[in-house]
């Protein structure tokens, strides 16, 4: 059956004060994150607002993604859904539905495996086919996008630049600061069919970014966002921990670049531009942070070639685009049931 929609498929946020405990109760059934932790991230959406800006960051790419699929003559509706905050996913795919779509593509707004960043999104898409009921669309999920150049790229161009804003003069004592949102390790051992892919993945965007940006320059991975029960181990280390390491040992200025993310939103305007900036200037850290693919040309285009991969747009019935790919790990279109949730006492 050919593919008739594309729907993009991302985590929510709210939009106002009073959606914020609602939707932190969305993210957090069920995993038993302590109350004090939910009231410390709900008066971080308070510090802007009660409005995350990840929903506009998706208005804002689905706008650039249709009229980049119509100004190459892909004529693919394109709908939106969340995960935990409306458009709710099974609204949209009701809507789908409704408007005749038998077979759809979902592009996710994450480029990594792992349950978090693909197995729990296409479960959402499972349970939402499941409430919308026998009439539902098919839905496939395009592939996991770490290494495509439309990642890659604006991610090195924002390091790049961020780079240029520090003193030349110090340049042997910085580093690049790659991070990621943490998660529990036993959720880390278990991503991809061998485990381990999620920080495989990510040591190789890091990679990627680097060699692109700044040959030569140190660089870390590390992690961020942390929000499990204080008892459940979680990859390490935190970035404001690594930050007061750096400074110790002799570093004095760091780009830090949020390889884990597509846009900036709260993760990033708060974990990093805030508390993470909060942080180095305490040890006396120059401290600049990169920007995220957003709504780049080059970010949009690779949805659309992602598109393509699967014979959608092709210049012929039947064909399907190559591959665009910068690193060397496994990749597949069709997810082997792995990424199992990380175990919880």
């Not at 929609?5 to 914020?20: H, N």
């Not at 609204?91 to 495996?113: E, P």
């Not at 949020?258 to 974990?271: A, M, Q, T, Y």
Request: aromatic share 8%; net charge negative; hydrophobic share 40%.
């Amino acid at each position: 059956m050919p593919y008739d929609a594309l729907v993009v498929v991302s985590f929510g946020g709210p939009e106002r004060p009073d959606d914020v405990l609602p939707f932190l109760a969305n993210v957090t059934r069920g995993r038993g994150v302590p109350p004090e932790r939910l009231a410390e991230v709900a008066e971080h959406y308070q510090h802007f607002g009660g409005v995350s800006p990840i929903n506009q960051q998706c208005r804002d790419l689905i706008a650039a993604i249709r009229a980049d699929l119509a100004a190459n003559g892909v004529d693919l509706p394109v709908y939106w859904g969340n995960r935990n905050w409306h458009p709710m996913l099974a609204d949209t795919v009701a809507r789908m539905r409704d408007d005749g779509v038998r077979h759809a593509l979902a592009f996710v707004t994450s480029a990594y495996a792992g349950y978090s960043s693909c197995r729990q999104y296409l479960d959402d898409i499972a349970a939402a086919r499941a409430a919308v009921g026998p009439d539902a669309p098919l839905i496939d999920k395009l592939r996991q996008f770490w290494d495509h150049p439309g990642f890659v790229e604006p991610h090195a161009d924002a390091v790049r630049a961020a780079l240029g804003t520090l003193d030349p003069a110090r340049r042997g004592s910085t580093r690049i600061v790659f991070t990621a949102h943490s998660i529990p390790t036993s959720m880390a051992a278990g991503a991809g069919p061998e485990g381990g892919r999620y920080q495989a993945q990510l040591h190789e965007t890091a990679g990627l970014v680097a060699a692109a940006a700044a040959p030569g320059l140190p660089y870390d991975l590390v992690w961020q966002s942390r929000s499990g029960p204080p008892h459940v181990p979680w990859l390490e280390p935190d970035v404001n921990d690594h930050l007061r390491q750096l400074a110790a040992t002799g570093t004095t200025g760091v780009v830090v670049s949020p390889i884990g993310f597509v846009s900036d939103h709260l993760e990033v305007v708060w974990d990093l531009d805030t508390e993470a900036a909060a942080t180095a200037k305490e040890v006396g850290l120059d401290f600049v942070r990169a920007g995220t693919p957003g709504t780049d040309p080059r970010f949009v285009t690779m949805v659309r070639e992602l598109v393509a991969e699967r014979g959608v747009g092709a210049a012929h019935p039947g064909d399907t685009a190559p591959r665009r790919r910068l690193g060397t790990l496994p990749v597949w279109d069709t997810c082997p049931g792995c990424c199992a949730p990380a175990r919880r006492p």
